[in-house]
Every structure is written in C-alpha cells, then in structure tokens.
C-alpha cells in the first residue's frame, strides 16, 4: 500500500529550543539551557565558523551568570559548572593542531638561561 498524502510530521512546524530568561531553561523541554537539541541546532548553524560559536556562548554564559546569580545571591552559579554547561560542550576535540604543525607553535615559551 502507498501513501499518497505527504508525511505529517513534516508539515508540524518544530519550536526553536531557546532560553527562558532568567531560569536559563529550555523553553520547549524545560532542560538546563542549551539542551541537546539546542547544541546540536547551534552545531549545525555555526559549523563554518566555530569562533563565531565561542564568541557567542561566550556572551550567552555572561548574561546566564549575571541572571542567576541575581536570582541566588547566596548560593551563585558554580563558575566550572556554568563553563562546562555553555562552553565546554562546543570546544574542539583532540585531534586539532595548531597551525605550523610542529614548528612549536602554541607551546609554552622556555625560561631565559634554559635549554
């Protein structure tokens, strides 16, 4: 039997998994923003420019800080805890090198007088 009818699920229009300020929640799943589905939509929209990407999370992760912090003065977010949630998920993976492969490039600079 086929289906003439096109598949209905493709004309539901999905709602944007975006925050809901000041609680840093999903508005869609109600997940600790970004949620999965969030990180993955954000992937796919930055994937040519991944600076870009960090640049971004990077003011999204202020903004978090400063809004829960004022909701919970005494007990402020967890510095780690909010950089491995907005940040820490979006960073490269081994295997990256820095450009001049091994030409000594992003390592620590030697001491004067050391060999």
């Known amino acids: 039997m086929t289906r003439s009818a096109p598949d209905d699920r493709a ?5 944007p998994h975006l925050p809901l300020r000041p609680l840093w929640l999903c508005r869609v799943c109600a997940a600790p923003w970004p949620c999965p589905v969030a990180r993955l939509t954000l992937r796919q929209e ?3 420019d991944r600076i870009a990407l960090s ?3 990077c003011t999204v992760l202020h ?3 400063a809004d829960l912090y004022r909701l919970n003065p005494h007990d402020g977010p967890d ?3 909010l950089y491995a949630r907005f940040l820490g998920w979006a960073a ?3 295997g990256a090198q820095v450009r001049g492969g091994s030409s000594g490039a992003g390592r620590a600079p030697r001491r004067a007088g050391s060999r």
């Open 11 to 15: 004309a539901i229009p999905r709602r």
């Open 46 to 48: 930055y994937a040519h």
């Open 55 to 57: 640049i971004y999370l």
């Open 63 to 65: 903004d978090a800080a």
């Open 79 to 81: 510095p780690a805890t």
């Open 92 to 94: 490269p993976r081994g």
